[in-house]
């Protein structure tokens, strides 16, 4: 995850997930993409980490980072998916500054709350776009988050596909031109944007499928509009316990109840 590019959470931020998470994470359960960022649990809480890849493989593909942060991943698994993870088997799932990575968030909400049983909490969090190297890219309205899930949901028709990967390429193109410049303009000095024709080329041969890019970018108002939509029209079995601002990010805790 591009969580190597956050700064660590300032004491005042970190203590609100904490103060969220003593109040509403208990029992077992699961923590995607935690990297060297993992969610400070209360005491009495099991956690296991889910993510693409092992710890030593991060820690190869990582130098910077400090290798004692890094967590030992329990489930080499795809976080977005959770093929090894049974239906209705977790008290809850923590995903701090994942979704944004994922081309299809309303399928992804639908695969986690799959996991959860019932009473179970699903804990989240993503970035402001304009507090974060996301600054100054459009903001993803739900309207394309619709579109988005009913595309792959046609993604076997030819059409679809064609879409679905015309779409991606835009989120690339908006991604290498706005949130890589700002990464790579704060970290080197010397940083030349790619022309035109080199983000062109870099496009068509980049594999779309297992890209690490923010694919789409939040505000407070379009996160909310984003949680109401999918607990109202995808999944009535959640209900939304809490949605903040937390300086540069949203944090929301959401519980899975028995029936719809």
């Known amino acids: 995850m591009l969580k190597k590019y956050f700064k660590k959470l300032i004491p005042k931020q970190s203590d609100q997930r904490e103060r969220l998470a003593r109040r509403y994470v208990k029992g077992c359960g699961l923590e995607i993409g935690a990297l060297h960022c993992p969610l400070i649990l209360p005491a009495g809480v099991s956690v296991k980490y889910v993510d693409w890849v092992s710890r030593e493989e991060s820690i190869k593909k990582f130098p910077e980072l400090d290798t004692s942060e890094i967590v030992t991943v329990d489930y080499l698994d795809d976080g977005f998916l959770l093929f090894e993870i049974p239906q209705a088997s977790q008290d809850f799932l923590i995903a701090n500054h994942v979704l944004e990575h994922t081309p299809n968030p309303i399928q992804v909400l639908k695969n986690w709350t799959r996991v959860l049983k019932p009473g179970g909490i699903l804990f989240i969090s993503v970035p402001i776009a304009e507090e974060c190297f996301d600054k100054g890219r459009s903001q993803t309205t739900i309207e394309h988050l619709i579109d988005d899930f009913e595309l792959y949901n046609k993604s076997v028709l030819p059409q679809a596909q064609t879409r679905i990967e015309q779409k991606n390429k835009e989120h690339l193109r908006e991604w290498i031109n706005i949130s ?29 499928k297992n890209i690490e890019i923010h694919f789409h970018t939040f505000s407070l108002l379009s996160y909310k509009s984003l949680l109401s939509f999918f607990t109202a029209s995808i999944d009535k079995t959640v209900q939304k316990e809490k949605v903040i601002q937390n300086g540069g990010e949203i944090i929301s805790v959401m519980r899975k109840f028995s029936k719809n």
Not at 188 to 195: Q, R
């Open 180 to 208: 890589e410049r700002n990464i790579f303009s704060d970290r080197y000095a010397d940083y030349k944007h790619p022309s035109f024709e080199e983000i062109e080329k870099r496009i068509e041969a980049a594999d779309m």
